[in-house]
């Protein structure tokens, strides 16, 4: 039987309503195996407390306040943005990266996060064989932006979709409300920097009676005919909503949005489509407008989330550690999707080489051809990830979320400077 | 006794998630009383349903359609900005009415909105003396900004604020997460024209370890003073939220977020808060920021409505019909709190004349010495107003709201043309 080992959980990249619910998954079930693994340490800020040695001993918390993350959203060991370089470029951390493993007996690595992410477990999965350290990594997956290839979703979209859903649905009477003497059009932003995801769920809303009109990433906008449409919709109903999407982008690439400034990744910081939107339709069609920009609101509304989503993070993660268990390395758990209706998947598992900076975008078939809303084939994709609520305990009006005591390590090894 | 008399109700002004809560109560406390009280005729669009004799018959919805009003959002029959001017400047509208009233027989007014709705519904009850139409005028209270003057809160309020103090939460955890490597600083705008009371709220989470910053309309914003404190609470906790009202102005009176356009009351129209102290604070201290405006979003969140609220909005509507009864005119059903812990209160009463038009600030004994909290007494007035949780019934992953028939009444007279 293999020695005992460590095992080392970190979240990565933008948090969501469930990744907590995941690191739930990965902790409880890590405890349920203490013959195999013995202590379950997190990374302070993602990835980065690997690097510093900066790691948390989750054996401090109780059963009790581990039980609690799953319904607490956001990282609850702190995330980063931090996207490891080639082994080649950057050897000096992965140099470091297996001193911290060695210093802490750390055998299995799980990392919770995107795509950029998943790159970054990948090239730590490589590490037995590159630099002779043996580890297993497994990659937890997490995105609202549902990009993920292979998996048939990502946890935290289903909950960030039912929350655009549900806002959607709720402004779009408020707007219904107004139309007569005040606000004929209201213009909701959404997360999705290229993929249309979270904007398809605000599609939802037109089985419900509403006039919508979706404005995809994956769609070029043309102002004239979005204007069209616009003018068509107020004509017949006396109002309309419109979802667009943080990603949505002129012909020539440029964002409705673009704020000139850009994360760590290099990715552009957007923001602010919506009241670009909004202004548009007030100058061409003289309509008054409300605008919304949601934000993290979208993200981290665990008080909606989906009880689909959350199960599965948890599964996800229990997934993650079963795999290492089973002696898996550079692999992702999957969810697999047997039916629509009734709604029935399968735990699967994807190599990690095939999942690392891929990004998936909406099926073309998802998106009607007026390039506006989405097709019955993209709502029986939706509908079974926005089912169910989850919803927190609430004291003094607001949820119980968790706040661990994230107790540190004793650091073995020299202090390391981060670059 | 008394002939039995229809009842006219109307929505007026920014719709919330309980106003129909109200209806609710006005609806089934009619249909209890049909001794005294015919059929309630709804104006379709507020008051514009009376002038242009476009009422809705709320006698062909079914007893399930008007308990559905309780948990269902924004305004069933429609709202309108508009507001009566006085008898001397549009005798006509006035004698349009009267007629109106007397071809339907309609002996109660209830209108449910807010400060201007106040003296609209005040106008209404004084055309017994001026005009000599015998008609019971009882106004609802109703708004998000909480600033009827005389009660204690106003139905709408309640939500609101727990809607504000949820999210803030929520986004401050994401941003706590996410501060190491990435966001600092999360800029949350709110309504609140010229009363801080939803930024208030926002203030709530301080008592979750959460370093926020709230930005009054009451307080004239000083950015020297803000940059410092923003810069003082990063420097110790590594990341803050901010909240800021819409109505947060220059000494000069310029607001923040003016955008110059205006609405039909004639009040500037604002929006864009958030993104103008976010931009701020990365210019000043270089912190990578996020910023949501809620808008709409904030006041149609039914979803996750204050059981206080809706409770309130329910009874007050009750109350409206019942002081009717009892033979009132130009007055309106007010919440008098009776004690904060355990949470008592009692229905009173409210002369109009001492409603219409006035606004109620937040006393300055609620807000802290530094301009950017809230005070202990502060806590205790909004705390009980965010308790409970009332969540509607959920269909296909979104809650089930009411959409009524609102069938028309037929009309009786000619044409009138809305000036």
């Keep these: 039987m293999a020695k005992k ?5 970190a979240q990565s990249g933008g948090v969501t309503a469930v990744i907590n619910a995941s690191a739930c998954g990965v902790i409880q079930t890590a405890r349920a ?4 693994i013995g202590k379950v340490y997190a990374g302070r800020n993602g990835i980065i407390g690997a690097l510093a040695e900066d790691l948390i001993d989750t054996t401090r918390e109780s059963a009790a ?4 993350l799953r319904s607490t959203p956001a990282g609850a060991f702190g995330s980063a943005r931090y996207k490891l370089k080639s082994l080649e470029a950057n050897k000096r951390e992965y140099e470091r990266l297996i001193e911290v493993f060695r210093a802490h007996d750390i ?9 950029d992410s998943a790159d970054t477990c990948y090239k730590v999965s490589q590490l037995s064989e590159a630099m002779g350290y043996p580890i297993q990594a497994i990659h937890v997956p997490k995105t609202v932006d549902n990009d993920l290839p292979i998996t048939d979703c990502c946890p935290g979209f289903g909950s960030v979709a039912k929350y655009v859903a549900v806002s959607a649905l709720e402004a779009s009477f408020d707007v219904r409300s107004m139309a007569k003497t005040s606000t004929k059009v ?20 037109e089985d419900h009676g509403i006039p919508v009109v979706v404005l995809f990433p994956e769609v070029e906008f043309d102002e004239a005919r979005f204007l069209a449409r616009v003018d068509t919709l107020v004509k017949q109903h006396g109002y309309c909503t419109v979802v667009v999407s943080e990603g949505c982008h002129y012909p020539d690439g440029r964002f409705l949005a673009e704020q000139g400034t850009r994360d760590a990744f290099g990715h552009a910081q957007l923001g602010g489509a919506a009241p670009v939107v909004a202004n ?11 605008w919304a920009v949601a934000d993290y609101l979208q993200r981290a509304a665990r008080h909606i989330a989906s009880k689909t989503d959350v199960k599965q993070a948890y599964e996800l993660g229990k997934a993650a550690v079963q795999l290492a268990l089973k002696g898996h390395n550079a692999v992702m758990p999957t969810i697999e999707r047997l039916s629509d209706t009734p709604y029935r998947y399968k735990i699967g598992m994807a190599p990690l080489a095939k999942v690392a900076n891929v990004e998936k975008f909406m099926p073309r078939n998802f998106i009607t051809r007026d390039g506006f809303g989405i097709t019955d084939a993209c709502k029986r994709y939706l509908m079974p990830l926005i089912q169910g609520e989850d919803y927190p305990r609430y004291k003094d009006g607001v949820p119980v979320y968790a706040t661990l005591k994230n107790m540190a390590v004793a650091k073995k090894l020299p202090a390391f400077e981060l670059k």
Tied chains: 1, 2.
Aim: aromatic content about 16%.
């Design 186 to 205: 209201f213009v909701l932003e959404v997360m999705g920097r290229h993929a249309g995801w979270i904007a398809a769920a605000g599609a939802l809303i």
């Design 65 to 68: 306040a581990i039980a609690l």
């Design 33 to 36: 195996h203490k013959d195999k």
């Design 107 to 115: 055998g299995y690595f799980f990392y919770n996060g995107g795509g």
């Design 280 to 290: 548009m339709v007030k100058k061409a069609l003289g309509h008054k407008f409300h």
């Design 5 to 9: 080992k460590n095992a080392f959980y």
